[in-house]
């Protein structure tokens, strides 16, 4: 079945670094959009970067210069480097994945979270 686990959070000072990693399963990963999300407490889930089949990146303007999204279709995974951290980007840190699939509805997959903590 169509799995994405994350890990990577943790606490950290503000202008510090962290690396999520999103493993996925079950789905040809190589020809789909990914994408991070974050949601913080009280707030809307917001999307902070995605990257394409082809390797097109995009980012939150509150993000960019910050974060890097990267992916490795031979392991599966998408990873997101966060430099420069600041308290407000403390949030659960969502992995998603989606795409066609032939004879089956498009894909919307979504990890369980990692929760990132920035403190000042």
């Known amino acids: 079945q169509v799995q994405l686990v994350e890990s990577g959070g943790g606490l950290v000072q503000a202008g510090g670094s962290l690396r999520l990693s999103c493993v996925a399963s079950g789905f040809i990963f190589s020809s789909k959009t990914m994408n991070w999300y974050r949601q913080a407490p009280g707030k809307q889930r917001e999307l902070v970067a995605g990257?394409?089949?082809?390797?097109?990146?995009n980012y939150a303007d509150s993000v960019k210069g910050r974060f890097t999204i990267s992916r490795d279709n031979a392991k599966n995974t998408v990873y997101l480097q966060m430099n420069s951290l600041k308290p407000e980007d403390t949030a659960v840190y969502y992995c998603?994945?989606?795409?066609?699939?032939?004879?089956?509805?498009?894909?919307?997959?979504w990890g369980q979270g990692t929760l990132v903590t920035v403190s000042s």
């Open positions: 998603n994945g989606k795409g066609w699939r032939a004879f089956l509805p498009a894909l919307d997959a």
């Open positions: 990257i394409t089949s082809g390797g097109g990146t």
